[in-house]
């Protein structure tokens, strides 16, 4: 009943990607987990985003078993650099004509539920993402045109970064696999 790996590699090699995806990065700033690394890794190759920004002291996966371990090969498919500064981080993305969308829980933050990304389809999308625990730095929420929040209705108010990113590029299929 279950599709093969081979049925599976042809169905999606035969795919056309959603449009919002073929133009999106994921930014990774300060995380503090090679595995969450590597789960976001295995997000960006199942979703087709061809590129990962990794800055501050986000661990890369050159020589790193527990990104390798997580993303079980992804991060081999996944085209990604590292930036030891956010502003440098930043520098190349606006070289890339990216819209900055800081994926944090900040008064202007506009749930994604609400968010339409029809102002902005000239861009690139960069979603930036920051440390489990602290969120994203003054520094990249200021340099952010939109901050985004996933709506939760629980007590703990927090996702792991591997389900946010999840959810955000599940939105960004939702809209704009239908387009």
Known sequence: M???????????????KPWLLQKSIICLHNIRSAYN??????????????????????PTPDNNIEISKTAIGAEEYVSWSHHSQW???????????????????????IPITSFSYADITNKRLAFVFGNEVKGLDDQALGSADYHLIIPQFGSKHSLNLSVATGVILYDLVSKSIFK
């Open 2 to 16: 279950k599709l093969t790996t081979e049925e599976l590699f042809v169905r999606h090699s035969k795919a056309d």
């Open 37 to 58: 690394v590597g789960a976001v890794f295995r997000n960006a190759d199942a979703f087709g985003i061809n590129k990962v920004f990794l800055s501050g002291y986000t």
């Open 87 to 109: 502003s440098t981080c930043l520098e190349k993305l606006k070289k890339r004509n990216a819209c900055i969308i800081a994926v944090e829980q900040t008064h202007q933050s």
